[in-house]
């Protein structure tokens, strides 16, 4: 397939890691646990069955992660992908509620509605709930998937619904720790 001109032509522009939530000051905490996926290894890519769709299902990866602090009330799930050619990272999932004591999330624990209890998808891409897969511009070059975990010392008692904008603005100041799985996504 020939490569895509607008993806070739973007491929130098790019929202920049330092636009993640990660690298915001009021969300900076210990990296004192470890998030991991059975599905992929840190910084290698994402399988095609995770891959985004425009219509059809949105497969979500499996997540594993070691125990959070003690005293975490609540973990708070943010992916982006901050290599799209815009001013941001396009936010990929947005989950609140995730209960402290799991040790992960099945696949497909992301979709909206989900099958995990208590679970709740704030507004992500185009204002959908719930995950949304790996679908960069052809030839644009490889994508960052950046997975976030964060623990949080109180529940943020958002409603489902909520905006990246008032997560973090629950998370600032309750953080107890975080911890981040890069995945990488192409379309050649």
Do not use: C
């Not at 299902?57 to 708070?76: F, Y």
């Not at 107890?176 to 890069?182: E, M, P, Q, S, V």
Request: aromatic content about 6%; hydrophobic content about 40%; glycine content about 10%.
């Amino acid at each position: 397939m020939p490569a895509n001109p607008l993806g070739v032509l973007l491929r130098n522009r790019r929202a920049g890691q330092q636009s993640l939530q990660w690298a915001r000051p009021e969300l900076r905490a210990p990296e004192n646990f470890t998030l991991t996926s059975p599905a992929f290894e840190h910084q290698a890519p994402i399988p095609e069955k995770y891959r985004g769709r425009m219509f059809g299902p949105n497969i979500s990866p499996a997540l594993e992660w070691t125990t959070p602090p003690a005293g975490t009330a609540e973990l708070v799930l943010i992916a982006e992908d901050p290599d799209v050619p815009l001013g941001k990272p396009a936010l990929h999932a947005l989950t609140l509620g995730i209960d402290s004591a799991l040790p992960g999330l099945p696949e497909n624990a992301l979709a909206e509605p989900s099958p995990v209890p208590g679970l709740r998808h704030g507004k992500g891409a185009l204002g959908r709930r719930g995950w949304a897969g790996p679908l960069p511009i052809r030839s644009h070059g490889p994508h960052a998937y950046v997975f976030q975990l964060f623990a949080l010392d109180r529940t943020s008692e958002l409603p489902a619904g909520a905006t990246l904008g008032q997560v973090t603005a629950a998370m600032a100041g309750h953080l107890l720790g975080r911890a981040r799985l890069d995945g990488s996504y192409e379309i050649r």
